[in-house]
């Protein structure tokens, strides 16, 4: 369960069109601001923060598009 | 709704060969010097029933691939490049309805009226102000008792005037962050559009992608019901770049096929291989040949994501990028091929009124590169690239 560690790396890498504290883990982030572009900010930290590398099959869209799907990607990336 | 006769993909390809030649062809070079919409190659295409051709059966259409489909931009390519780049756009919207509209009542209904009318979709993405990024919109669609008014200002709508529809983006509602956007089609002719820009062009002068503040009002119905975040991805991305590489691939083959018959008029002239010529001839076509790998390779894999029924695949950055790169490739190289076509022509392909004349080819050609500007999709591409393991 990495949500609050996920949520901290969100606010910073995002440009969010709202607090982070008024987005539920399973909105969609590319409704509040996420973009292709800022998701590589994103998925830098991520992988700093948890020392894991998200694989080419994993670099899409869905893998970033929710707190909860990122919770998966990292739960999984660091088993 | 009037039956109509299944035909092979054979078929039609000879039908396309046969506009070209003809209808498309002979107008090619007016619709180029009046900066015009080609009327005459749209009224056969429309006649021989070639807009609905990514269409399923089951709606009315021929219900080709999308390899088919690029493959009809191609031929098209050799012809007229404006004729090529409008069908080529066309198509895009078309496959944006067909992949994602079929769950709705009005989307599937209207997907049988293009087939019976031959509708023309043309697209108003880039907004005023947003600085070319089709994902962020500054308009949205404002609904109010099932109906929605739309106002955009659009810098470009290519043959806006000429279509029957056009399909918008914007944001889904006035609270909507700028990337939170969806697509609306709206009838062109209950649309005021009101002219911004000309469009006095160096080449694919035929395209009219002028730009207009559009007004638009309909059913909320006509909102397309998937986010149009995911139409890009899925759809408009991929099917933009590889039906205009296949546009583009077209050209260069149309510009080499002139090339080669200029090689052969000067061997029955002296009865010699002309040395010289014919190398450059054999050194244009590897890089012809280049271009169609290229473009094949991504085709391959994105029919296959089709066929699949899987366009999440289409999400992954290793597609992203090479999708890309058909499109900065292929527009590049297709400069690289008229232009070297030109030196095997020389003088002849020079002249306006030449016998293979390049002229026309060659101001084309310059287009693609800048429409869509490749140094944007590079920006993307660099992005990209930093995360990737392998490309």
């Known amino acids: 369960m990495y949500q609050e560690r996920i949520r901290t790396i969100v606010a910073k890498s995002v440009k969010l069109s709202k607090d982070i504290n008024d987005i539920q883990d399973s909105d969609d982030l590319y409704s509040v601001g996420l973009t292709s572009l800022t998701t590589v900010n994103l998925m830098l930290s991520l992988e700093d923060e948890f020392d894991i590398e ?13 707190i909860a799907a990122l919770n998966d990607a990292v739960e999984e990336l660091s088993a | 709704m009037e039956a109509h006769a299944l035909r092979t993909f ?23 010097q009046q900066a015009r919409f080609p009327h005459e190659a749209f009224a056969a295409l429309r006649s021989e029933r070639l807009l609905s051709s990514y269409v399923p059966s089951s709606f009315g259409g021929d219900g080709l691939s999308l ?61 005023m102000g947003v600085g070319g990024d089709l994902r962020s919109s500054i308009c949205h669609v404002e609904v109010a008792d099932d109906q929605f008014t739309l106002t955009k200002q659009a810098p470009v709508i290519s043959y806006a005037l000429h279509s029957d529809a056009i399909l918008v983006t914007c944001r889904g509602h006035k609270d909507a962050p700028a990337s939170d956007q969806v697509q609306v089609l709206v009838e062109t002719q209950k649309t005021k559009l009101t002219p911004l820009t000309g469009w006095d062009t160096l080449g694919f002068r035929g395209t009219c992608s002028a730009g207009f503040t559009l007004e638009a009002q309909g059913h909320k119905d006509q909102i397309l019901p998937t986010p149009f975040s995911v139409v890009l991805a899925h759809t408009m991305h991929p099917v933009s770049h590889l039906t205009w590489g296949s546009l583009w691939t077209g050209m260069a083959q149309g ?32 890089v012809l040949f280049s271009m169609k790998g290229g473009l094949a390779g991504a085709m391959q894999a994105y029919q296959a994501m089709l066929d699949d029924n899987n366009l999440f695949q289409a999400e992954k950055y290793g597609f992203a990028i090479q999708v890309n790169n058909v499109k900065t490739r292929c527009s590049e190289m297709v400069v690289d091929v008229v232009g070297k076509a030109l030196q095997i022509v020389g003088i002849g392909g020079y002249r ?40």
Request: hydrophobic share 40%; with cysteine.
């Open chain 1, 54 to 66: 998200f694989d080419d099959n994993r670099l899409s869209r869905q893998t970033f598009e929710s």
């Open chain 2, 10 to 32: 054979a078929q039609i390809k000879a039908t396309v060969h046969e506009l070209g030649q003809s209808i498309v062809a002979a107008h090619a070079d007016d619709v180029d």
């Open chain 2, 67 to 127: 390899t088919e489909v690029s493959e009809l931009c191609r031929i098209l390519g050799h012809y007229c490049s404006s004729t090529a780049m409008i069908y080529a756009m066309h198509q895009i919207q078309v496959a944006c309805i067909v992949h994602h509209g079929q769950d709705s009542v009005y989307f599937s209904r209207y997907l049988r009226q293009m087939c019976e009318q031959q509708l023309l979709l043309a697209s108003a993405t880039t907004e």
């Open chain 2, 255 to 286: 510009a080499t096929n002139k090339a080669r018959l200029a090689v052969r008029d000067m061997m029955r002239r002296s009865d010699e291989l002309p040395q010289v010529t014919a190398l450059r001839l054999a050194e244009l076509d590897e």
């Open chain 2, 352 to 391: 306006n009124d030449g016998k293979y004349s390049l002229c026309r080819e060659l101001r084309d050609a310059h287009g693609a590169a800048l429409m869509v500007n490749n140094d944007r999709i590079r920006g993307h591409n660099a992005t990209m690239q930093v995360v990737v393991k392998e490309s």
